[in-house]
Nanobody, 121 residues
Framework: QVELVESGGGLVQAGGSLRLSCAASGRTSNLYTMGWSRQAPGKEREFVASISWNVRNTGYADAVKGRFTISRDNAKNTVYLQMNSLKPEDTAVYYC??????????????WGQGTQVTVSS
């Protein structure tokens, strides 16, 4: 079992910055990727960014490329999302996720509780 706890959301003006954190606890040794998704009111949850746990490969949604940066601190089991040049359309609940793979190859996904990001125009 893996627990994920996000923090760092809030209200910011357009053009501003925020940094989200996601701390993982529990059985973190089998994690192979972590990332962020978001869900705006009335919309489906969408992928934002991901980072592999060992190789540090990263991926971003087109909507955030060049503005958001995902990083991790393995020693702290924490993933960060640095969000710059924020736009009102970035307003959403941001969810951290993690995926683990056990010795048999079975994968399991986990979600955090979400943190609200509101960007005012």
């Amino acid at each position: 079992q893996v627990e994920l706890v996000e923090s760092g959301g809030g209200l910011v003006q357009a053009g501003g910055s925020l940094r989200l954190s996601c701390a993982a606890s529990g059985r973190t040794s089998n994690l192979y990727t972590m990332g962020w998704s978001r869900q705006a009111p009335g919309k489906e949850r969408e992928f934002v960014a991901s980072i592999s746990w060992n190789v540090r490969n990263t991926g971003y949604a087109d909507a955030v490329k060049g503005r958001f940066t995902i990083s991790r601190d393995n020693a702290k089991n924490t993933v960060y999302l640095q969000m710059n040049s924020l736009k009102p359309e970035d307003t959403a609940v941001y969810y951290c996720y993690g995926r683990e793979r056990d010795d048999s190859g079975t994968t399991t996904g986990y979600w955090g509780q979400g943190t609200q990001v509101t960007v005012s125009s």
